[in-house]
């Protein structure tokens, strides 16, 4: 039994130093245009669910009606949501795809979060997620603009005309 135990031990040492050295050798690329790891998308995702928890069933407590959405828009405007996550029918832009992992574009004609619970993007938004350029906007924002700007993002494919008519228009504070 000891040796089994010896064994196994040093097993797992020599794993733990064969990744060291895979890492610290250049096996790695920490580079914006690298390639990711294997299972690196698998375990991030994983990792951000379970920090998320059951956050992602909050429930909005403002309605998703025009004034809330046109002032998600507006949150979204002027807290530079559009520099990193894109504007209304443009393309992704070069400088979100400087970042790794790529900032998700938000708006039409991108998926953004609109199959996401509110609750998800709500807590996203207040957090941040590390190891991402996304911040917490906890502080900066209140609970209700932070609810106004995750309404906005849960309905963007299918904002009212005037919410788009909104986020086309250059906003000056």
């Known amino acids: 039994m000891i040796k089994f135990l010896f064994g196994l ?3 797992i040492c020599l794993l733990l130093l064969a990744g060291y050295l895979f890492a610290t050798r250049g096996g790695i690329s920490l580079t914006t245009k690298g390639a990711p790891l294997p299972m690196e998308r698998s375990i991030a995702h994983q990792a951000l669910a379970a920090s998320i928890g059951q ?3 909050d ?3 403002l309605p998703a009606d025009d ?3 046109l002032a998600g828009a507006r949150v979204y405007q002027q807290n530079a949501c559009m520099m990193c996550h894109g504007q209304l029918d443009q393309p992704e832009s070069d400088f979100a795809k400087r970042f790794y992992p790529h900032a998700p574009q938000l708006l039409p004609p991108g998926e953004g979060v609109t199959d996401d619970p509110v609750g998800t993007t709500h ?5 941040g997620i590390r190891f991402s350029a996304m911040p917490s906007f906890e502080g900066k924002l209140t609970d209700t603009e932070i609810w106004q700007v995750s309404l906005l993002l849960r309905n963007a494919n299918k904002l009212p005309n005037s919410v ?3 986020l086309r228009q250059p906003q000056h504070e």
Not at 123 to 127: E, R, T
């Open 123 to 127: 807590w996203v938004v207040k957090n």
């Open 9 to 11: 031990v040093v097993g």
């Open 55 to 57: 956050s992602s069933g």
């Open 67 to 69: 004034a809330n959405l």
């Open 164 to 166: 788009q008519a909104s």
């Open 59 to 61: 429930q909005s407590p």
